[in-house]
């Protein structure tokens, strides 16, 4: 059976691909889930579609990208948030065995279906404001069999919403207490055992390690990543978010797909983050929920030509928040990114973190046919509403939602 093709016409689009064009008389075309044409709607080619869709002169962009969340996790740590808002560090109530090891003992007693039924919020969330595609990472469970359990709800909650969902493992987020003195013997389980078993499984788009002081080295994340890349599995890593430990020069070298958090990174990892075509994720909220005071290189990454992302880190420590409008907000305030950056930022930007470049995040032939359309007089409201969502229509795969859409 042909595929659908579809003209969405009387559009005012932002494409967010490599021209990056504001087009204020445009029309798409799509074919079954792909887009095929974006142009002027006056130089439409000259077919016939099987249907027609006039969006009134209203904004449009590539669906957004949340390249970068821990969503899936049981129970809160806002007691913890109180503590840090008494003046206690977030480092300090992790060597005191709470923060991260908190939401294990929390995961690890919680079942497959309770950790569904409390992200699935989180996630609808999300959608509610036109993302279709997200990250998902693992590292609260911490075990081998709690980090599937984490990895296979990830899966799940793609199944239940119009989302698609990519899976990384982060496994090496934090010393599990089983591992107590041990780091070592516990990157080497994860790199031999782990890995492949959960790679084997289908549960794995990406691996991921926690590179700081109060978690794993360079030279233990080096060995994940030769473990990750001998079964072809590709790699991130959560870099210089408290220190500088050289992390995303050697995630550079081994060709990550992004470095994230940045806060301590300088011109260097600027330039080798670019060099390498590894994205530089910024998280402006966990910077702002840790009142950190130390920014990410934005103006040295922008003069390398760094592709900077915006996520939205959604974990119950460091950022418990579900709006990644709400990121771009505080990308642009808080870390100086532009409007028009903190678009790329969620959008072409971020599917290159996600390995996805050129399939999504661009209105553009050949990606994937997943836009918004917005109630905005201008696409630069998008990173300037503070808690107001401007959705009006979410299309995925060509296909109009009528959920979260109030009406289609
Ligand atoms: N950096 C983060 O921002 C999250 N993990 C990480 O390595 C925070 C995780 C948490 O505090 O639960
Ligand atoms: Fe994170």
């Known amino acids: 059976m042909a595929e659908t093709l579809r003209l969405w016409r009387h559009a005012r689009l932002a494409t967010c691909d490599a021209a990056a064009r504001r087009i204020e008389r445009g029309a798409l075309l799509t074919r079954g889930a792909r887009i095929e044409w974006v142009g002027e709607e006056q130089a439409l080619p000259a077919v016939t579609p099987d249907e027609s869709h006039d969006l009134g002169g209203a904004w449009v962009t590539p669906a957004l990208i949340d390249c970068h969340t821990h969503l899936v996790f049981a129970g809160n740590r806002a007691a913890e948030y109180a503590e840090r808002l008494r003046g206690r560090s977030y480092a300090d109530i992790a060597r ?7 939401s294990v003992r929390a995961l690890r007693a919680a079942s497959e279906q309770q950790l569904f039924d409390e992200s699935a919020p989180r ?3 999300f959608l509610a404001e036109g993302v279709t595609t997200i990250e998902i990472k693992s ?7 709690d980090e599937a359990k984490m990895l296979r709800v990830a899966r799940e909650l793609g199944r239940a919403f119009p989302v698609t969902v990519r899976t ?18 516990y990157i080497d389980a994860v790199a031999r055992e782990w890995l492949p078993a959960l790679a084997h499984a289908g549960l794995v788009d990406a691996v991921d390690v926690f590179c700081e002081g109060i978690a794993f080295s360079v030279a233990q994340a080096e060995r994940l990543f030769a473990a990750a890349r001998a079964l072809g599995v590709p790699v991130k890593m959560h870099a210089e978010q408290l220190s500088n430990l050289g992390g995303s020069l050697a995630a550079a070298r081994l060709g990550a797909l992004s470095c994230d958090h940045l806060e301590y990174a300088g011109e260097a990892e600027a330039a080798a983050l670019a060099a390498a075509g590894s994205a530089a994720v910024l998280l402006p909220v966990a910077f702002y929920c840790l009142a950190d ?33 709400t990121a771009m907000s505080m990308a642009t305030r808080l870390f100086g990114l ?4 903190a678009l790329l930022g969620v959008t072409r930007h971020a599917a290159q973190a996600l390995g996805l470049a050129g399939q999504r995040g661009a ?36 296909e109009v939602q009528r959920w979260p859409n109030q009406k289609s």
């Open 96 to 102: 005191a065995g709470g923060g991260i090891l908190s």
């Open 123 to 125: 996630l609808a969330a």
């Open 139 to 145: 590292g609260y469970g911490l075990t081998l069999e």
């Open 168 to 185: 990384t493992l982060l496994a090496a987020h934090t010393v599990p207490p089983e591992y107590q003195g041990r780091a070592d013997d």
């Open 293 to 325: 005071t130390h920014k990410p290189p934005v103006a040295a990454l922008r003069s390398a030509g760094a592709a900077i992302a915006v996520a939205s880190d959604c974990n119950p420590g460091s950022a418990p928040g579900t709006s990644l409008l």
């Open 338 to 341: 532009t409007a028009e950056e």
């Open 363 to 398: 209105l553009a032939p050949g990606a994937a046919a997943d836009f918004v359309v917005w109630n905005v007089g201008a696409v630069e409201e998008l990173g300037y509403w503070i808690g107001f969502n401007p959705r009006r229509t979410v299309v995925r795969a060509a």
